[in-house]
């Protein structure tokens, strides 16, 4: 797998915000190759959750291609889908159907973190309902995320229960694989949100509930993070390894918290290092050729 060079994905990213921004949700964006779409995933009242969809242009959608969800960071409390567009960008131009999602938070929204897991649960419950027109394989759909917004991908994978009310629990909003970013994996005092789930501390802490079947996870995190204590991740994966599951933790020496960020450094180096990784566990679990 190739990453494509510092320039190119400088006039990615520019291109692909100003899409963003300046596009209505049914206006196709193409960009180098691959096209954007928005549609809306879920509506709860009078709260309209969109997802950012990409994908190759042209390509045949008689054959399924795998996909994946990503979640935005923020605390629960506020954020961007646009977090994460650089990384759709490139997994559509590998052949993934790439997506970031919308998710209520505490700004916007009124909400808790609680509310922030049943639409992470609800954006991959429905990519498998729609597979077929969207031309997705519904056995290779993924999650991934970034701080909070790697929880919300974490929380789908590993905690059970806490769906929306009244969705179509037949269809599994368990991913086949994660990929984390410096996500917040403990919401307990040893790890980061305690306060916001008082009294709730361990309901959706992944650490907490750690058992066998879990998917494959790769999760990328700075040792020197002081939001997100690199610990929390290091005991996620004994645990998932001690319970039969995958489990590989990328440690990036002295980086901090949201190194992962396109252009955080300011060679980009974090960023592509995470991308080259990212593409290898794909390849190693079949997801990408």
Known sequence: MSVRTLSSWLVAGTLACLGTTAAPAAKEVKTMGVVKHVEVYKTVGDV??????????GRDKSQPAPAIVFFFGGGWVGGSPGQFFNHCEHLASEGMV???????????????????????KSAIRWVRANAERLGVDPHRVLAGGGS???????????????????EDLTISSVPDAMVLFNPVIDTTEKGYGATKV???????????????GLPPTLI????????????????????????????????FPGKAHGFFNWMRDPDNASYLATIKAMDEFLVQHKILP
């Open 98 to 120: 790439a997506m970031s999602a919308e998710y209520r938070v505490f700004k916007t929204h009124g909400t808790t973190p609680f509310e922030c897991v049943q639409d992470g």
């Open 220 to 251: 990328f995190h700075g040792t020197a993070d002081t939001t997100v204590p690199f610990e929390n991740v290091e005991r996620f994966r004994l645990l998932m390894r001690e319970a039969g599951n995958v489990c590989e933790v990328m440690p």
């Open 198 to 212: 008082k009294g709730r501390e361990t309901e959706i802490s992944p650490c907490h509930h750690v058992r066998a």
């Open 48 to 57: 309209q959750l969109r997802i950012h969809i990409y994908e190759k242009e």
């Open 148 to 166: 909070a917004g790697g929880h919300v991908a974490a929380c789908t994978g590993v905690i059970e229960q806490h769906e929306e009310p009244g």
